[in-house]
């Protein structure tokens, strides 16, 4: 398994290059405390998005998106030096609507509440974020058109 922090990078890298393919300007954002990690350029303006790399079978700790920002998940799980990675593209209102189908009841019991389109879990000491499996986000696959459009 390559480290956190390099599969992050390479994920990041991996969607700004996915983009320049089809045809927009992207730009990788670099620091430990950003708050974009790729920006695309577009006829009418800027795209932001954040990216979430996984290896393994879940990405871990995914606080979502909101506003008008832009969720690009990557996967490496299972791919060789030489495969592309599999993206999925999820609107705010995208990401709303997989935490609800998965935590729904949780949310309406308020073991869940939701900040800023994250959930927030009130009985596990303020934990944020879904662990979110490929199952969850499938229909989102390789929907560009969410950043093209």
């Known amino acids: 398994m390559v480290e956190k ?24 954002t670099l620091g ?8 695309a350029e577009k006829e009418g303006g800027l795209v932001s998005i ?16 909101s506003g008008d920002r832009v969720l690009v ?8 030096l030489t495969e592309r990675p599999d993206f999925y593209i999820l609107t705010a209102k995208d990401w709303t609507e997989v935490v609800y189908r998965r935590h729904g009841d949780k949310i309406k ?10 959930p927030v879990w009130t009985k596990q000491g303020g934990y944020r974020g879904h662990s979110a499996p490929v199952s969850d986000v499938a229909e989102f696959k390789e929907t560009w058109e969410k950043i093209l459009g």
Do not use: H
């Open 32 to 39: 430990q405390r950003k708050v974009v990690d790729v920006i």
């Open 109 to 118: 019991s308020g073991e869940i509440v939701m900040e800023d389109n994250c």
């Open 73 to 80: 998940l990557v996967d490496f799980q299972g791919k060789e």
């Open 5 to 28: 922090y390099l599969i992050s990078l390479a994920g990041e890298y991996a969607v700004a290059s996915e983009i320049c393919r089809r045809g927009m300007n992207a730009v990788v």
């Open 50 to 65: 954040s990216v979430k790399s996984k290896q393994g079978s879940v990405w871990p700790n995914c606080k979502g998106v």
